[in-house]
Each structure stands twice: as structure tokens, then as C-alpha cells.
């Protein structure tokens, strides 16, 4: 037989041939040459077992893929690429088959061939590559998968999905998928900061990006610290599992809930600010808890050495002010819970540069009042939650202070807690809170339940489904 013409198959197979051949490097009629010589071999021409195209590689039913997921994992550029190839194997774990497209600065951290021992799959690397683009093979990465994660997803990177680029394979991929993106962003800190990372993160958000980190904490270059690290293998497994398969109804699946965490900074000069002890580790706990019972979850954080919150949207911020434009930039929602320990003052007219001891001593700093973000949310006429739940941190007459800040903020509940040095609940992993609400059927139309010492995730889930009550109660 001389020449080979394929005619009358089903899309079905035809699809699967052409993705099979791909794979392989070959042409669709040599594919279908190697298929008939392994049936023949088989003895399926012969009157053996009939024979069947063979399935592609992605759709394994062994009981670590049973949930027949795929991924495209494109690798970026960046030196947080060596955790990708971590990724591949999580993502397996969590039931994926992972097909890996390598960018060119990518190359220069991390091989084809690892990416490709690990995945299983064939690695691919060239938008003009001749053994997969004959049937368009950056369409087939695009959207022969259930989701594409993006990791690392550097600057360079996101600034050209922003801005519609499609000038090598992912960017051509990106932009021509239908399925849900995960992003990983991972860079300098001084590079996340900048207004122009800002800008296209922020746009990625609205055409409905998904995006987890990056983390706080040590970079690669010597001495350098903050925000900018990928999240870890793990966190980004679990993210993406729950992108494709979102979690099970809870007792508060369709509901939004806003949250504050952290400390803010409020600077003095380019090394100094003010600021309170707050680990943050309270509301990020709440925020876990809050997306575990099907909420979706919003957690506006100052700066703190935390990993984000699977499934959680964060948005990092340094000072009050930020906070604030951030939390309202959130609304509407349905819940709102003010944990973040905000300075209440900032310097009227920070220094430029470093302010330097004189020989009269250091001078004098004017403080301002910062926007009180608890009131102005729980005073709002338009779009205010229907709960709005403040934390009150003292050091003494914690009850009195409470009642006091409930009335005078305007919120619904108070969570209280003694914040004083002995009870060691700054950065500590407990918690013993006192949730003040406004009851008419009490004496003084205040009510307070004081709950045992518990973890800081005990706290947030025996809140969570204090606030799921609630919600049903005001809804029945």
C-alpha cells in the first residue's frame, strides 16, 4: 500500500488521532501507519481482539488520576521556576495529568527533559515547533484541558497577558483558551509593588484571572525580603483542585465575606513607621474558615509572614489608607469582619529621606488621625453589610471597652479579646474572645457570650458558624 487516505471517521476519532500523532511527532497518516502495525502485531487484523484507538495518555484511570483532570502547566522565567517541577508532581497527586509548556526564559532555570521525565508527557517549548503545530497544537494546549496554571507567573509575563500579547507559545496559548487561567505571580518585591505590576495585576483580575500569592518572606537575592515569593507546591495543588472542582455547598456557599487582617504601616520616614503587634494570624484563620463553609472570601491584609488562604482572594496593603480604599473597592458583601489591628495615627508629613538625631534630640513628629475603617463601613447609607463585626484588642476593663466601641462604631457584634502581654495572644496560636452583639431582648440590649480558650482555628470556625446562624435566621 503505497499512499494512505483517511476518509469517513468520526470527529471523535479523528481528534484523537490528530492529538495521538502530535504527541508522537509524527504526521496524522503515519500515526495511523504505527496504529495498524501494533494491531497487526496484536493479531486484531487477523481476527483478534478488535481494535480500539489507543487512549491518550492524559485521560489515565489509574486511582491517582481517577478524577480524569488535565492541566497545561506553562513555566515561566523566574528562579521559583526549579518549584515548578514540584508542581508536576502535586498536581499529579491531586489527580491531574499535566502537560508542561516551557517559555524561553524558563529554559535557563529548568530542562525540557525534567519537566518531561516528571509529567510523563512530552514538553513543549516552540510555537513553530513542526511536530505539533501542523493541526495548530498551541489551540490543542489551550484548551485540550480543564485548567491552565501559570508558575512562575512573572512580571514580563503577566504584563504581556494583559496586555493580549501572542508572541511565543504561552502567551499564544493564554490567549487563545477558554478554560479557567491560575496564575502564581513570583518576583522582587520592589517588581509586585510597582504601579505598573498593579496595573496589569489588577486587569488580570478583571477578566477573570484566578491568582494565588505570592507569599511574604526571604528572596532569592541576597538581602532581599517581602512580598514576591511563589506560593508553595502544595498551595498551588490545592488551589487548582479546587478551581476545576469547586468545594460542596456550605452553610455559607453564595454568601461574600470581607475580612481584615494584620497590622498596618504608617511611615515616618523610608525606614521607619508606626505601627500595632498584630501576626495577623486571627483573621487569615477566619478567612480559611469562612471559604471552608462555601463563602466567598475577600481578606484584606497589611503586611504579615503569611501564606494565603487557599481559594481566599488577597489583596495586600501597607497603611490605613490603602486598607480602606481596598475594603471599599470590596463591597458590596454580606458579612464583613474588621480583625486587622489599624493604627489609629499617622505622621502629617512623612520624611523623605532617613530623619536624622540632631544635637537637640530627634524632632518632633506630628501625628494625624487615620480613617476609622470599622465606622465608616458600619455607618455607611449604601452598600453597608447586613453584619458587620468588629475586634476590640485590650489591655484592660475588656468587657466596658467593648460594650463601649459596639455603640460607638456602629457595628453589629464585637469579638474581645485581652490582648495584654501575659495572656500571650499577639503571635500566639490562642485565643480567648468574649462576642458582644446587640440583642433587644437583654437588659441593656447587649449580649455577651464568652467562649473557652481555643486555638485561633477553633475561634475562626466556632465564628463562622455563628455568622452562617445568623445569616439563616435573618433570611428565614
Same mark, same amino acid.
Given at each position: 500500500m503505497a499512499s494512505l487516505t483517511i476518509r469517513k471517521l468520526d470527529d471523535a476519532i479523528k481528534a484523537e488521532l490528530r492529538l495521538r500523532a502530535a504527541q508522537h511527532g509524527r504526521s496524522v497518516e503515519d500515526e495511523v501507519r504505527n496504529i495498524l502495525r501494533e494491531a497487526a502485531g496484536a493479531g486484531a487484523i487477523s481476527g483478534g481482539t478488535p481494535f480500539r484507538t489507543a487512549t491518550y495518555p492524559d485521560r489515565s484511570t489509574s486511582s491517582q488520576n481517577a478524577g480524569n483532570l488535565?492541566?497545561?502547566?506553562?513555566?515561566?522565567?523566574?528562579?521559583?521556576?526549579?518549584?515548578?517541577?514540584?508542581?508536576?508532581?502535586?498536581?499529579?497527586?491531586?489527580?491531574?495529568? %499535566?502537560?508542561?509548556?516551557?517559555?524561553?526564559?524558563?529554559?535557563?532555570?529548568?530542562?525540557?527533559?525534567?519537566?518531561?521525565?516528571?509529567?510523563?508527557?512530552?514538553?513543549?517549548?516552540?510555537?513553530?515547533?513542526?511536530?505539533?503545530?501542523?493541526?495548530?497544537?498551541?489551540?490543542?494546549?489551550?484548551?485540550?484541558?480543564?485548567?491552565? %496554571? %501559570?508558575?512562575?507567573?512573572?512580571?514580563?509575563?503577566?504584563a504581556k497577558m494583559a496586555q493580549g500579547h501572542a508572541d511565543d507559545l504561552a502567551t499564544a496559548i493564554l490567549l487563545a483558551t477558554d478554560r479557567p487561567v491560575l496564575l502564581a505571580p513570583a518576583m522582587n518585591p520592589l517588581m509586585w509593588a510597582n504601579a505598573a505590576t498593579r496595573r496589569n495585576?489588577?486587569?488580570?483580575?478583571?477578566?477573570?484571572?484566578?491568582?494565588?500569592?505570592?507569599?511574604?518572606?526571604?528572596?532569592?537575592e541576597a538581602g532581599e525580603a517581602g512580598v514576591g515569593r511563589m506560593s508553595e507546591p502544595l498551595e498551588i495543588a490545592a488551589r487548582a483542585l479546587e478551581v476545576v472542582r469547586p468545594p460542596s455547598a456550605g452553610p455559607l456557599m453564595g454568601k461574600r465575606i470581607l475580612i481584615t487582617a494584620g497590622p498596618t504601616h504608617e511611615p515616618i520616614d523610608p525606614v521607619r513607621y508606626i505601627a500595632n503587634r498584630s501576626s495577623g494570624k486571627q483573621g487569615f484563620a477566619i478567612a480559611a474558615a469562612a471559604r471552608e463553609a462555601g463563602a466567598e472570601v475577600t481578606l484584606?491584609?497589611?503586611?504579615?509572614?503569611?501564606?494565603?488562604?487557599?481559594?481566599?482572594? %488577597?489583596?495586600?496593603?501597607?497603611?490605613?489608607?490603602?486598607?480602606?480604599?481596598?475594603?471599599?473597592?470590596?463591597?458590596?458583601?454580606?458579612?464583613?469582619?474588621?480583625?486587622?489591628?489599624?493604627?489609629?495615627?499617622?505622621?502629617?508629613?512623612?520624611?523623605e529621606q532617613k530623619i536624622k538625631k540632631t544635637a537637640s534630640g530627634f524632632p518632633q513628629l506630628d501625628l494625624v488621625e487615620n480613617p476609622d475603617i470599622l465606622a465608616t463601613?458600619?455607618?455607611?447609607?449604601?452598600?453597608?453589610?447586613?453584619?458587620?463585626?468588629?475586634?476590640?484588642?485590650?489591655?484592660?476593663?475588656?468587657?466596658?471597652?467593648?460594650?463601649?466601641?459596639?455603640?460607638?462604631?456602629?457595628?453589629?457584634?464585637?469579638?474581645?479579646?485581652?490582648?495584654?502581654?501575659?495572656?500571650?495572644?499577639m503571635g500566639g496560636d490562642r485565643n480567648t474572645v468574649h462576642l458582644i452583639s446587640k440583642d433587644d431582648g437583654a437588659t441593656d440590649g447587649v449580649r455577651v457570650d464568652s467562649w473557652p480558650a481555643m486555638g485561633k482555628d477553633e475561634v475562626a470556625t466556632h465564628l463562622v458558624a455563628q455568622i452562617a446562624a445568623a445569616l439563616q435566621k435573618g433570611a428565614s
Amino acid at each position: 500500500m503505497a499512499s494512505l487516505t483517511i476518509r469517513k471517521l468520526d470527529d471523535a476519532i479523528k481528534a484523537e488521532l490528530r492529538l495521538r500523532a502530535a504527541q508522537h511527532g509524527r504526521s496524522v497518516e503515519d500515526e495511523v501507519r504505527n496504529i495498524l502495525r501494533e494491531a497487526a502485531g496484536a493479531g486484531a487484523i487477523s481476527g483478534g481482539t478488535p481494535f480500539r484507538t489507543a487512549t491518550y495518555p492524559d485521560r489515565s484511570t489509574s486511582s491517582q488520576n481517577a478524577g480524569n483532570l488535565r492541566a497545561t502547566l506553562i513555566i515561566g522565567g523566574g528562579i521559583a521556576a526549579y518549584k515548578a517541577l514540584d508542581l508536576i508532581r502535586r498536581l499529579k497527586d491531586n489527580g491531574f495529568a %499535566v502537560r508542561c509548556v516551557l517559555t524561553n526564559a524558563a529554559q535557563q532555570f529548568v530542562t525540557a527533559l525534567a519537566a518531561s521525565a516528571l509529567s510523563n508527557q512530552r514538553c513543549y517549548t516552540d510555537l513553530f515547533d513542526s511536530a505539533s503545530e501542523f493541526d495548530a497544537g498551541h489551540i490543542r494546549l489551550a484548551r485540550d484541558c480543564d485548567l491552565i %496554571v %501559570v508558575a512562575p507567573a512573572t512580571a514580563d509575563l503577566m504584563a504581556k497577558m494583559a496586555q493580549g500579547h501572542a508572541d511565543d507559545l504561552a502567551t499564544a496559548i493564554l490567549l487563545a483558551t477558554d478554560r479557567p487561567v491560575l496564575l502564581a505571580p513570583a518576583m522582587n518585591p520592589l517588581m509586585w509593588a510597582n504601579a505598573a505590576t498593579r496595573r496589569n495585576v489588577a486587569q488580570l483580575q478583571r477578566d477573570g484571572i484566578k491568582m494565588i500569592g505570592p507569599n511574604s518572606g526571604t528572596m532569592a537575592e541576597a538581602g532581599e525580603a517581602g512580598v514576591g515569593r511563589m506560593s508553595e507546591p502544595l498551595e498551588i495543588a490545592a488551589r487548582a483542585l479546587e478551581v476545576v472542582r469547586p468545594p460542596s455547598a456550605g452553610p455559607l456557599m453564595g454568601k461574600r465575606i470581607l475580612i481584615t487582617a494584620g497590622p498596618t504601616h504608617e511611615p515616618i520616614d523610608p525606614v521607619r513607621y508606626i505601627a500595632n503587634r498584630s501576626s495577623g494570624k486571627q483573621g487569615f484563620a477566619i478567612a480559611a474558615a469562612a471559604r471552608e463553609a462555601g463563602a466567598e472570601v475577600t481578606l484584606v491584609t497589611g503586611p504579615v509572614g503569611l501564606n494565603d488562604p487557599a481559594g481566599v482572594t %488577597v489583596k495586600r496593603v501597607e497603611s490605613a489608607r490603602d486598607m480602606l480604599s481596598e475594603v471599599e473597592a470590596a463591597l458590596p458583601a454580606d458579612v464583613a469582619i474588621f480583625a486587622a489591628a489599624v493604627a489609629d495615627w499617622r505622621v502629617a508629613n512623612r520624611g523623605e529621606q532617613k530623619i536624622k538625631k540632631t544635637a537637640s534630640g530627634f524632632p518632633q513628629l506630628d501625628l494625624v488621625e487615620n480613617p476609622d475603617i470599622l465606622a465608616t463601613i458600619a455607618h455607611r447609607t449604601e452598600r453597608r453589610p447586613p453584619l458587620v463585626i468588629g475586634f476590640a484588642a485590650e489591655t484592660e476593663h475588656l468587657l466596658d471597652n467593648a460594650r463601649s466601641k459596639l455603640a460607638r462604631k456602629g457595628c453589629d457584634w464585637i469579638v474581645a479579646n485581652d490582648v495584654s502581654p501575659a495572656t500571650g495572644i499577639m503571635g500566639g496560636d490562642r485565643n480567648t474572645v468574649h462576642l458582644i452583639s446587640k440583642d433587644d431582648g437583654a437588659t441593656d440590649g447587649v449580649r455577651v457570650d464568652s467562649w473557652p480558650a481555643m486555638g485561633k482555628d477553633e475561634v475562626a470556625t466556632h465564628l463562622v458558624a455563628q455568622i452562617a446562624a445568623a445569616l439563616q435566621k435573618g433570611a428565614s
